[in-house]
């Protein structure tokens, strides 16, 4: 969805680094999340946010770590990368619209690569 | 637990065939959402579910809760080239929460 945008789309990294992944969304909604995919995973929880004052460790956020600095921005940081955090980085945000308030709408990932 | 267990894991079937992918839950869902990615893309939201025994259509794909709201279903019926993609089912972690547990997906190849 074009309402919500992620930068880098790709990026490739070493071992020890630190990396912080962007998300914006124009589509004024309260929550936004993180996940990472893996093939054969499927999506699974970093962070979460329900408000700039609200983060939620999700499952796996051990080695992550977020910033909420606007309501429509969210950052994923890497602190030290390493190998098996190589993965694909999905943005996405839910919130009061037109339908259901529980809709995920989702970024256009981020491919990071950790050598 | 929390998990979601999402069945089969691939599927590959001829064109024109029908296409059915679950999703179990060992706990009462209080609500199941459905979700396609595409290949190279992002999910997308299809449908959510919140009644028991609910059905619902788009088209050719049908979405069913089942009456204890533990399963959901999704079936395309008469596959096109366009429904390749992998299929996620999404629950809440707890009811009234919007934190979500998405299923392992199903990946599903049609052939012309």
């Not at chain 1, 770590?65 to 999905?90: C, W």
């Not at chain 2, 999703?23 to 919140?50: A, D, E, M």
């Amino acid at each position: 969805d074009a309402d919500v945008t992620q930068t880098p789309r790709n990026r490739i990294t070493k071992t020890g680094k630190r990396i912080m992944l962007e998300c914006s969304q124009t589509k004024g909604h309260d929550r936004m999340y993180w996940y990472r995919q893996d093939p054969g995973l499927g999506l699974r929880l970093i962070y979460y946010s329900f408000d700039v004052k609200d983060i939620n460790k999700g499952e796996i956020s051990d080695g992550y770590s977020v910033s909420r600095q606007a309501q429509a921005k969210f950052s994923l940081s890497l602190e030290s990368a390493i190998p098996n955090q190589t993965a694909l980085y999905f943005c996405a945000t839910s919130g009061r619209t037109s339908g259901s308030t529980d809709t995920q709408y989702f970024g256009p990932g981020t491919r990071l690569t950790v050598l | 637990g929390q998990q979601v267990m999402q069945i089969p894991q691939y599927q590959h079937v001829q064109e024109g065939e029908d296409f059915t992918t679950y999703c179990n839950s060992s706990t009462t869902l209080s609500n199941i959402q459905w979700y396609k990615q595409r290949p190279g893309g992002h999910p997308v939201f299809l449908i959510q579910l919140v009644k028991s025994g609910e059905v619902k259509k788009q088209k050719r794909l049908t979405f069913q809760f089942g009456e204890a709201k533990k399963n959901s279903s999704l079936h395309i019926t008469a596959t096109q080239t366009t429904d390749v993609g992998t299929y996620f089912c999404a629950r809440r972690t707890t009811s009234g929460t919007y934190k979500y547990i998405f299923g392992t997906g199903t990946r599903l190849k049609v052939l012309a």
